[in-house]
């Protein structure tokens, strides 16, 4: 069975694991952010999940199951630049299904939408997101 909050750890795992993004983030990946955070940092927010129709094989049809995840950057920077530069390192770990860890199920593919970057209507916060789809199926 596949158990939707091992996807949360093995994203998070992933990208702990990453030093480029781990050297732009220190571990600042929350999926429930403290009352005074330190900037920047990333908010997994689940969008979707739900079961899909899918054959892996021709001969034996699995369970496949899709979850779209939202990754939120916050940054206090006056450029968009810190921002822009965690999109890329978070897009470079999640594109590489092979990083993410799930007990249970085997991520197929994990697809990127594109990512939208903006600067909030204080003029000294900017926000980032990146969501993908992923595709796991029960090991």
Known sequence: MIDLANLFKGCIDALDAD???NGLIAGRVYTRVPRSPTFPYVRIFPVTSGPIDGFLTETSPNWLWQQTYDFIVYSLSTSPAE???VLKALGDVMENKTNITVTGSTVVSAIPKLPVLEQDVD???WTGVLSFDFIQHES
């Open 123 to 125: 003029t000294q916060t």
């Open 83 to 85: 921002v822009a530069d």
């Open 19 to 21: 030093g480029t993004f």
